[in-house]
């Protein structure tokens, strides 16, 4: 046996397992795991007087929060802070800002919030999703002009065949879609849409099939005629923004939502597609999804930034879901064969499931449902 000391890392999610096994106090273990688990968070719009007392509660725990230099001469309106710490400090440093003047007691719950909130299940009729692996979303366009697959399964024979095949293949969830979002689309009338949807779900219907539906629509009407028929998750891309209409509904019905970003970014992509989420998801009461919204209004260097910071939107509270599949995105940056746009696809999905997004929205389940079975091998 070798008995040279050494040093190595360990993997944030080995944690616990190490400090088993080095043979720490059982009593204790719960508490010794938030002491050695780090994170970093960015705290957005402080005014100099809250970032000040933020500093220095830090600083009175042994770390630190990095702010603007111009706080401290209050040459700056506002500030953001950067502050790493164990599990316990966020905790403590909550504690301390609790009583302080200010914004500081919203903000101490905030933290408290994030470190804390564990994601509730939704339930359906067939499938209860607790979140704790990441869920597929099969995509099934029922229209003629789709940027990927627009056409061939615009006839019910051949849409009903493709839902099948979705099944088979592993889906979760299978989203239904009769108006093209691609660049330059046409916006699709209600009624047009309705009458395209309409045929499908009666025979899905009759299918007494087990998975979970979601139609993809931008109409309210839509989306009443979807959930009469037994639709449990409307699927909201919106057009320039967020649907109030449709988040009117929503709460009024209790139907599951995926609110999606869909505006155009001026500054940090992450910041402000985390912002107008962040404020759009106090307005909902319905469980929820958050969609970040890769393909709409961003650019190519956007949609690959926030694909590598999906996993910062856990802190918002709800199942984020990402839509990269087959986008144009990837086909503009490397000249990809259909074949080779899904198995990029799929190396995209490995790189979100293992950030945490809870649901991935692709063309080719089955790939994605064996890369999923593979990774769920190397998790602990």
Known sequence: MNEEIFVKFVEPQYIEKEIVAVGFDNTYRAHAVEKNRY???KI??????????????????????????????CTVES????????????KRLSQSIMRQPFRLKQLSK????????????????????????????????????SFSDGGKFFELENAIQQFKN?????????????????????ILPYDEEIRRLRPILKEIKNLDCKVTLSVDTRNVKTAQMAVDMGVEIINDVGFDGFNYKMIDFVNANNVAYIVMHNNQVQGSVSDVVYGELFEVLQKINAPVIADIGIGFGKNIEQNYELISRAGEFRSLGVPILVGHSRKSFLSKKFNFTPVQLDEASVVISSKLADLGVNVLRVHDVRKNRLMLDVLGELKV
């Open 39 to 41: 994170k970093t968070i």
């Open 44 to 73: 957005k719009n402080l005014k100099p007087q809250e970032a000040t007392i933020l500093k220095q509660a830090a600083l009175a725990l042994g770390f630190d929060a990095a702010v603007n230099r111009g706080v401290l001469d």
């Open 79 to 90: 500030s953001d802070a950067i502050i790493s710490g164990s599990f316990v400090q966020f």
């Open 110 to 145: 905030l933290i408290i919030d994030a470190f804390s909130s564990q994601l509730k299940p939704f339930v359906f009729k067939n499938k209860t999703f607790d979140w704790t692996s990441p869920y597929l979303m099969g995509i099934l366009n029922i229209t003629p002009d």
């Open 166 to 186: 979705l099944v088979d293949s592993g889906a979760d969830i299978i989203d239904i879609g009769a108006e093209s979002t691609r660049p330059n689309h046409k």
